[in-house]
């Protein structure tokens, strides 16, 4: 199977079958160019036939070949013997590179439709699957994109999956473990926060006295944490790390089979055997959010005054940019075609849409992404504009700031009364750098200038996104998800320029947009909830000097951005000031 789409032309439609703009786009992902499909040998047997299109995620006609199959086959013969084993053959691909995440997407498709029409044919599905997971996104996380992923695949393999959704603190997830009586509990999270809540998770199911098996997901969960401090805070000890969608598969699929205490002897083996300094590197979540122990740390009167003489220094490198306003202005109709010059393409097609090179050289790569992907984007991107599916906004502004220590000090307008700080971590070694440095000492007579920032892709692109994956357009769901994400961080950098623009140096910027995006300009962008800038909460100032209300932006509990595709920042405009690690 070929790992390339296969862009058919647009057909003009009948009056007896009419066009229909979402089951073409969804033929833009064929997986095989048109002359490999004439070269193909369709199976001898109805048997291979339906494996085939599994694989193939060929759903034309397949009610047809499904009817004739359940001339000879029950129907749960034909979901548990034949189709699942398609799915296997796609998780095989897939595992081994040779299969891109969108087309595995395109084959649960098949799968699902397939299942929902020979249940017609069955008196009862309930208690007929391998297993049962409950899943969850942890309290005060948002993202949802890599659980679902996994519903989708465990779905489509033959279990049963309870998704609770986002947000989920621990008691509802209790509850529906009483409710459910589940073989396993799935929680994710993709913010490093979410690795620590994970762990206080294990711990109450402990005391709770429950022992049924854990898989833990997310972006910032490392192998090495899950094996090591989870698996110390739950009592049975009975936790795995599940790196991607597949990799739960193969969890579930030996809890079915007995073999899951097997794996987590092999995580003990590894533990053990794993070297020290490997594991401390390994544990780099736990370190980011140690970044926020460094706030409030106290400066010995030497420091103080050192850290002056240090930013005078800094000072005399750059004057103190005159923007155009103070306070806040916000921009509510940002024309979705000015972002697409600031679309971080590569972060889009490999990270969000999960297409690899998958053994091609990497001129090999963008030459078919220039030809074959490309196009996807700009009929989704159609589809959006058409549909108002991308509602850009943002927020930004200018205010007087100085540095106090390791504290950067906004003022009112004057630049006398103080509105609010930012207490900031400093780097632990000698001649450690702070984002404070990079402004004016408050002592130094002469107030700097901070910009700051919030953007948002919209709701309506989250909601929309939900409703395709409940009416099982996984691929759709996977493309609009990633492309909402790149949306809201183009509009970042699409506001970021202006400010630049704004503060006089704008012209200063590398005019290769990919150099560009890699911080090819004067100053930074900070946002928050990395090292520099670790709280979360502190985007609560920020909102409220914005006046983010306007554009429909709030904080949840957990201090997260909503909408989701939401992203906040302050502007330094120092020439020095570039990213680091605390």
Request: glycine fraction near 8%; aromatic fraction near 8%.
């Amino acid at each position: 199977m070929s790992d390339e789409p296969h862009i058919p032309r647009k057909p003009a439609g009948t009056p007896d079958d009419p066009y229909d703009p979402l089951q073409y786009f969804i033929s833009l992902f064929d997986g095989r160019k048109a002359s490999e499909s004439a070269k193909k040998q369709r199976a001898d047997t109805i048997e291979g036939v339906l494996k085939e299109r599994i694989v193939d995620g060929d759903k034309k006609g397949l009610e047809d070949d499904l009817d004739t199959a359940m001339k000879t086959h029950p129907p749960l013969f034909i979901i548990n013997d034949i189709l699942l084993a398609g799915m296997k053959v796609v998780g095989e691909l897939f595992g081994a590179g040779k299969m891109q995440l969108p087309f595995v997407l395109q084959s649960a498709e098949t799968m699902k439709k397939a299942v929902s029409h020979l249940e017609r044919f069955m008196e009862k599905i309930d208690g007929q699957q391998k297993g049962t997971i409950v899943l969850a996104t942890v309290k005060g996380d948002v993202h949802d994109i890599g659980k679902n992923l996994v519903d989708i695949i465990l779905t489509n393999n033959g279990y049963k999956v309870i998704n609770l959704g986002i947000k989920q603190p621990i008691a509802n997830i209790i509850t529906a473990i009483n409710e459910n009586k589940p073989d396993a509990v799935g929680l994710s999270g993709l913010l490093v926060k979410s690795t620590v809540v994970m762990r206080e998770n294990l711990q109450e199911l402990t005391q709770l006295g429950f022992n049924l098996p854990v898989l833990l997901g997310g972006a910032a969960l490392t192998r090495a944490y899950v094996e090591e401090d989870c698996v110390e805070a739950y009592g049975s000890g009975r936790v795995a790390y599940a790196q991607d969608a597949f990799d739960g598969l193969d969890l579930m699929n030996k809890l079915a089979d007995g073999k899951f205490d097997e794996h987590l002897e092999e995580a003990k083996k590894r533990k053990h055997n794993r070297p020290s300094n490997a594991k401390a590197k390994q544990r780099w979540s736990q370190n980011e959010v140690a970044a926020q122990d460094l706030i409030g740390k106290e400066l010995r009167p030497m420091e103080v005054e050192a850290l002056k003489i240090k930013r005078q220094e800094l000072a005399s490198q750059v004057s103190v940019p005159t923007p155009p306003f103070w306070g806040s202005k916000i921009i509510d109709n940002v024309p979705m075609r000015a972002l697409i010059p600031y679309l971080n393409e590569q972060m889009l097609y490999t990270f969000h849409w999960g297409f690899k090179k998958a053994g091609k050289t990497l001129e090999e790569y963008w030459k078919w992404v220039e030809t074959d992907v490309k196009p996807i984007l700009k009929r989704l991107l159609d589809e959006c504009e058409a549909e108002n599916i991308l509602e850009p906004k943002a927020a930004y502004g200018y205010f007087k700031c100085a540095a106090h220590n390791n504290d950067i000090v906004i003022f009112d307008e004057a630049g006398i009364k103080e509105i609010g700080r930012y207490a900031l971590p400093r780097q632990d070694k000698d001649g450690g750098i702070c984002v404070a440095d990079f402004f004016r000492d408050i002592d130094s007579g002469e107030r700097d200038v901070l910009a700051m920032q919030v953007v948002t892709a919209g709701q309506k692109v989250a909601d929309v996104a939900r409703d395709w994956f409940a009416n099982n357009r996984y691929q759709d769901y996977l493309y609009l998800h990633g492309l909402g994400v790149e949306i809201a961080e183009s509009l970042a950098e699409f506001i970021h320029k202006r400010i630049r623009t704004e503060l006089g140096f704008g012209i200063e910027d590398d005019r290769d947009i990919k150099k560009l995006l890699k911080q090819g300009y004067r100053g930074s962008r900070y946002s928050f909830g990395y090292p520099a800038l670790p709280r979360l909460e502190d985007q609560k100032l920020l909102l409220e000097l914005l006046g983010a209300q306007r554009i429909g932006i709030e904080l949840s509990e957990e201090f997260q951005l909503h909408p989701e595709q939401s992203t906040s920042a302050i502007v330094v405009h120092h020439p020095q000031a570039k990213y680091f690690n605390i």
